[in-house]
């Protein structure tokens, strides 16, 4: 399987068709890649060419190297996601880890605005999840989440949901989040959240409003987080 010759470096060449694979289930999550040096003779081409492309698809957390093993397709493990997408955190304190409780679970049709965010079409039922979720002891985000019934069938059935729901898509329903889009908007609590979160209705919060992303490009969820920042902030380190 060699390569094309076109505008296009050999090495994106090479992450595209990786990816396809990955995005095709040919090697599944904590599954070993083959070596450098069989891809590169597969694909035709050197293996610097095929280091590059995989260097890039680790520095996009598609792929995990591994000291003295090799490299590895990307798993979630609850510990792995929570730390890498959770964003609250005490002031200048230390990645906290949330507890949750879920409130609700329940079908109904997808509105407007869910439609546009997940890129859904005509009939398109939805799972509504509310979640509530803990830190230190304390109740501090109010979650919505929307889960179209195409990519996750019958996810309202699970009995047992984890503390972090990319594991569950991952190893139930195949669909890998690798990024995630935030929007961060000061909004007021609606009022049929303010006796779960502590707080008054109306008062001021900060509302996160996400997609996420699964590895073939998909926002194949979307949900509002309201965020008490009384004790909590919202925290991202740039490298």
């Known amino acids: 399987m060699s390569l094309s010759k076109s505008f ?13 694979r990955l995005v095709n289930g040919d090697w599944k999550p904590s599954e070993p890649l083959p070596s450098e040096y069989a891809l590169a003779a597969e694909l035709g081409v050197s293996q610097g060419t095929v280091r590059k492309a995989l260097n890039q698809m680790v520095a996009e957390n598609l792929l995990d190297r591994r000291q003295g093993k090799g490299t590895y397709v990307a798993e979630h493990t609850q510990e792995s996601s929570l730390f890498r997408f959770f964003r609250l955190r005490e002031p200048n304190g230390e990645s906290l880890i949330p507890e949750t409780k879920v409130l609700s679970s329940s079908r109904r049709e997808a509105t407007a605005a869910e439609k546009s965010h997940l890129n859904l079409e005509g009939s398109s039922p939805v799972v509504e999840l ?3 979720r803990y830190l230190k002891g304390e109740a501090a985000i109010l979650e919505k989440v929307i889960q179209p019934l195409s990519v996750f069938p019958d996810i309202d059935k699970e009995t047992e949901l984890p503390n972090s729901l990319y594991t569950l898509y991952q190893e139930k329903f195949g669909i890998s989040i690798v990024s995630v889009r935030d929007e961060l908007h000061v909004t007021q609590l609606p009022s049929e959240y303010a006796d ?20 073939d490009g998909r926002a194949v969820e979307w949900s509002q987080a309201y965020c008490s920042t009384e004790k909590f902030v919202y925290s991202v380190h740039l490298k």
């Open 8 to 20: 296009q470096p050999l090495y994106k060449q090479a992450y595209e068709l990786l990816t396809s």
């Open 130 to 132: 509310i979640r509530l």
């Open 196 to 215: 779960d979160l502590g707080l008054a209705a109306g008062a001021p919060v900060l509302m996160v409003e996400r997609a996420s992303i699964n590895i």
